[in-house]
């Protein structure tokens, strides 16, 4: 059974930061690429990030540039996205995801599995 465990989110002030992490198991993903998406309260789940699991190549959403950084750890079957800089608006629930398609894609019904999400809130 795949399972995909997001941690790491939490209130921040904003201009902090905070770093989340994706674990997965009960499959290898080393082929395809990971996302991470938001979703805040009355809104649709938007894109935020993702990562070529084999080259590390990477996207970003505009909103996030500069600002927030994917990575994995192959050895781990770890994703992150550290953010910095942090806004109010940056509060959601990140989630991650998994896709066994090595091509990079912000579209989130390109993605096989789904975390449960972790709470970001980001106070003024």
């Known amino acids: 059974q795949v399972q995909l465990v997001e941690s790491g989110g939490g209130l921040v002030q904003a201009g902090g930061s905070l770093r989340l992490s994706c674990t997965t198991s009960g499959r290898t993903f080393s082929s395809g690429s990971m996302g991470w998406f938001r979703q805040a309260p009355g809104e649709k789940r938007e894109f935020v990030a993702t990562i070529n699991w084999s080259y590390g190549s990477t996207s970003y959403a505009d909103s996030v540039k500069g600002r927030f950084t994917i990575s994995r750890d192959n050895a781990k079957n770890t994703v992150y996205l550290q953010m910095n800089s942090l806004k109010p608006e940056d509060t959601a629930v990140y989630y991650c995801?998994?896709?066994?398609?090595?091509?990079?894609?912000?579209?989130?019904?390109?993605?096989?599995?789904w975390g449960q999400g972790t709470q970001v809130t980001v106070s003024s």
């Open positions: 995801a998994a896709n066994s398609d090595p091509l990079l894609t912000r579209l989130t019904s390109r993605y096989d599995y």
